[in-house]
């Protein structure tokens, strides 16, 4: 059974940085793309990053584009989701997703795994 388990989350002033981690387990880590998704109170999830199976690409939502980077360590099963310059806009529960592609996709439907969602909320 897979299994992603996510971190880092919590309360950070507006312009500052945190960083996501999710651990997968019950699959081999290294045969698909990881996402991070979010969503925020009366809106739908949305895409926010995803990383190729080797690391080499990367795709980023325009939102976050030069203040989010995403990267993965597949000796240790885990992806990472380093957030910097946030603001209140980013408040939202976070989500990383296992896909059953390889490539850095944004589309909700190729994820078949989800993590159980990590809250990140920024304040003044």
């Known amino acids: 059974q897979v299994q992603l388990v996510e971190s880092g989350g919590g309360l950070v002033q507006v312009g500052g940085s945190l960083r996501l981690s999710c651990t997968a387990s019950g699959r081999t880590f290294s045969d698909s793309a990881m996402g991070w998704f979010r969503q925020s109170p009366g809106n739908e999830r949305e895409f926010v990053a995803a990383?190729?199976?080797?690391?080499?690409?990367?795709n980023y939502a325009d939102s976050v584009k030069s203040r989010f980077s995403i990267s993965r360590d597949n000796a240790q099963n885990t992806v990472y989701l380093q957030m910097n310059s946030l603001n209140h806009e980013d408040t939202a529960v976070y989500y990383c997703a296992d896909s059953h592609f390889r490539g850095a996709n944004w589309q909700q439907d190729s994820y078949d795994y989800w993590g159980q969602g990590n809250q990140v909320t920024v304040s003044a």
């Open positions: 990383i190729s199976w080797n690391g080499r690409s990367t």
